[in-house]
């Protein structure tokens, strides 16, 4: 007796679900004074800390990747591009405001988890300046990462690549989405 097996030939789509996960920080900027091309950009120019952009991993020392990131700016009318470094501890590197950035600094290489790149930032009549990082644009996404083990958070340094002058106190929102593993 034998068996006799016919292959269909099909497509078979697989949804693999996972999560994604916005994650938004906001920081008013302290700098009443220009930013040159390489400065740190924070919340205060002696007291600076990194941006932390908590519970981006579903669990602690959880994975994932950042699939898109939007940066706006109150000051209208600017077009830095910025780089937003990122760790899974909080860096040694400089964090004030204003300040020449250090990142990546050698002590910091083991949380490294690589950066997103912003392209110009633009204002279209909106009043804000924008830009997003996507895998469309030079963003350098998706940008997967896996978090300290007693951690579901991420940190950030922003530099920008551009002399800027951002109106001090006003905010810079940085928003990262990420697929949770």
């Known amino acids: 007796m034998g068996f006799k097996i016919d292959f269909i030939k099909s497509t078979v789509n697989v ?3 996972s999560r994604v996960k916005q994650v938004t920080v906001r920081k008013p900027i302290a700098a009443a004074l220009g930013h040159t091309a390489g ?3 924070s919340e205060s120019g002696t007291t600076g800390s990194a941006w932390t952009f908590e519970n981006i991993a579903r669990k602690n020392g959880g994975s994932g990747a950042i699939t898109k990131a939007f940066i706006a700016c109150e000051t209208t009318n600017i077009t830095p591009q910025m780089v937003l470094y990122l760790f899974t501890e909080r860096p040694t590197s400089e964090l004030n ?3 020449a950035n ?3 600094l050698k002590a910091d290489i083991p949380a490294s988890e690589g950066w997103v790149e912003f392209d110009a930032m633009e204002d279209l009549g909106t009043g804000v300046s924008v830009a997003m990082a996507s895998p469309n644009t030079n963003g350098n996404l998706p940008l997967e990462f896996e978090c300290a083990p007693q951690s579901r958070s991420l940190y950030g340094v922003l530099v920008t690549r551009d002399n800027v002058t951002i109106t001090a106190t006003n905010e810079i929102t ?3 989405f990420a697929r949770q593993d």
């Open 15 to 17: 949804l693999v679900s």
């Open 97 to 99: 405001d204003n300040l």
């Open 174 to 176: 940085i928003k990262l």
């Open 102 to 104: 250090t990142a990546i």
């Open 39 to 41: 400065d740190v950009v």
